[in-house]
């Protein structure tokens, strides 16, 4: 046993320091970046935001809307190969280069992949999601991944330390994803004692991916656009929303009525209500490492997206980056013990 002193920190301990800029107006801040891949000879153009592949959030619905905004969408593992089937006839090219497949670690999601693949040449990502990407079997999954598909870009997770980040990278994956604990339907870190505050996370593996010429994802942690701007400024390349793009009609949870009023639940993907959808029942070795909560139901996804570009845009505007690409860069975080002046928070109905 042995305690590491450092102190580590989330999106709630800082904020971004502004500088001096010389642009005149947020819509001259260019969003749009241009990856290539370690592995991957595809080169991909977009916002490098990802809706999260969760059940309720990385629908076929929610990819057709953000495929507008050049936003990716995770789509979630649970759809059969006849809902993929339907899609893909359905999707244009540009719909279907916004998608991420995922898939976990079993040998019937190796067999469903490939299947799915076979679809159509225009699929590109693919997402291997565990919980823990610290297990030897999910680096051997990894592995036979990139065997088998030498083109495509493989994202990989969860970690959050740099070491580890290189194992993947080193693995075969191009993009590694990073958050244990962190997500607003989360309790892992209640239950387990295991997590990684999630700023310092991104810094750490953002050094480690970049030096290996690999890439991250920041997974979990956003409540509002200015997470996702300190999350760029950490070094993240993608960051991955679900909370926030929660409650829409893109989305696929169950809708109640209270008072009147509409909810959509929302639930963690190892919480009670997500393993009894899934697997029927609760198992006996398992906790649930999730919640359901009930979100103000907020029509189409448009909305919040923009508003959540306009605050990125506005961010940039505060340092001076005229790129995405450049907050980094230009980003000097300051340690602080409050965020924003919360008096009229009481009034909110």
């Given at each position: 046993?042995?305690i590491e002193e450092g102190v580590k920190l989330g999106f709630k301990d800082?904020?971004?320091?502004?500088?001096?800029?010389?642009?005149?107006?947020?819509?001259?801040?260019?969003?749009?970046?241009?990856?290539?891949?370690?592995?991957?000879?595809?080169?991909?153009?977009?916002?490098?935001?990802?809706?999260?592949?969760?059940?309720?959030?990385?629908?076929?619905?929610?990819?057709?809307?953000?495929?507008?905004?050049?936003?990716?969408?995770?789509?979630?593992?649970?759809?059969?190969?006849?809902?993929?089937?339907?899609?893909?006839?359905?999707?244009?090219?540009?719909?279907?280069?916004?998608?991420?497949?995922?898939?976990?670690?079993?040998?019937?999601?190796?067999?469903?992949?490939?299947?799915?693949?076979?679809?159509?040449?225009?699929?590109?990502?693919?997402?291997?999601?565990?919980?823990?990407?610290?297990?030897?079997?999910?680096?051997?999954?990894?592995?036979?991944?990139?065997?088998?598909?030498?083109?495509?870009?493989?994202?990989?997770?969860?970690?959050?330390?740099?070491?580890?980040?290189?194992?993947?990278?080193?693995?075969?994956?191009?993009?590694?994803?990073?958050?244990?604990?962190?997500?607003s339907v989360c309790t892992t870190r209640v239950k387990t004692g295991v997590?990684?505050?999630?700023?310092?996370?991104?810094?750490?593996?953002?050094?480690?991916?970049?030096?290996?010429?690999?890439?991250?994802?920041?997974?979990?942690?956003?409540?509002?656009?200015?997470?996702?701007?300190?999350?760029?400024?950490?070094?993240?390349?993608?960051?991955?929303?679900?909370?926030?793009?929660?409650?829409?009609?893109?989305?696929?949870?169950?809708?109640?009525?209270?008072?009147?009023?509409?909810?959509?639940?929302?639930?963690?993907?190892?919480?009670?209500?997500?393993?009894?959808?899934?697997?029927?029942?609760?198992?006996?070795?398992?906790?649930?490492?999730?919640?359901?909560?009930?979100?103000?139901?907020?029509?189409?996804?448009?909305?919040?997206?923009?508003?959540?570009?306009?605050?990125?845009?506005?961010?940039?505007?505060?340092?001076?980056?005229?790129?995405?690409?450049?907050?980094?860069?230009?980003?000097?975080?300051?340690?602080?013990?409050?965020?924003?002046?919360?008096?009229?928070?009481?009034?909110?109905?």
């Amino acid at each position: 046993m042995r305690i590491e002193e450092g102190v580590k920190l989330g999106f709630k301990d800082v904020l971004i320091r502004p500088k001096r800029s010389t642009l005149k107006s947020r819509s001259q801040v260019d969003l749009i970046r241009v990856f290539s891949f370690k592995y991957s000879s595809v080169i991909w153009s977009g916002i490098p935001i990802i809706a999260a592949n969760m059940d309720t959030i990385g629908t076929f619905q929610m990819a057709r809307s953000l495929s507008n905004f050049k936003i990716l969408t995770a789509i979630h593992k649970y759809y059969s190969l006849e809902d993929w089937k339907n899609f893909v006839i359905l999707s244009s090219k540009d719909i279907l280069n916004h998608v991420i497949v995922s898939i976990g670690i079993s040998t019937e999601d190796f067999i469903k992949i490939k299947k799915i693949f076979l679809l159509s040449s225009e699929l590109k990502y693919i997402c291997i999601d565990v919980a823990n990407g610290y297990s030897e079997h999910f680096v051997s999954f990894l592995k036979l991944i990139r065997e088998c598909f030498p083109d495509k870009i493989i994202c990989a997770g969860n970690v959050v330390t740099g070491e580890m980040v290189e194992e993947l990278i080193i693995s075969g994956a191009d993009i590694v994803k990073v958050g244990i604990g962190p997500g607003s339907v989360c309790t892992t870190r209640v239950k387990t004692g295991v997590g990684y505050p999630q700023l310092s996370a991104i810094i750490e593996c953002a050094d480690a991916a970049h030096g290996l010429k690999g890439q991250i994802i920041s997974d979990g942690g956003c409540s509002v656009s200015g997470d996702i701007a300190k999350a760029f400024g950490a070094g993240s390349d993608f960051v991955m929303l679900g909370g926030m793009l929660s409650g829409h009609n893109e989305c696929s949870g169950d809708i109640v009525e209270k008072k009147s009023k509409k909810y959509m639940l929302f639930y963690g993907m190892s919480s009670v209500a997500a393993m009894q959808r899934y697997t029927g029942e609760m198992r006996g070795y398992r906790a649930s490492e999730g919640k359901t909560v009930k979100i103000p139901f907020r029509g189409d996804v448009d909305f919040t997206i923009r508003d959540i570009l306009g605050g990125l845009r506005s961010a940039c505007t505060y340092v001076g980056a005229e790129k995405l690409k450049e907050l980094t860069k230009r980003t000097t975080f300051i340690k602080v013990t409050e965020q924003e002046n919360c008096i009229f928070n009481i009034f909110k109905e």
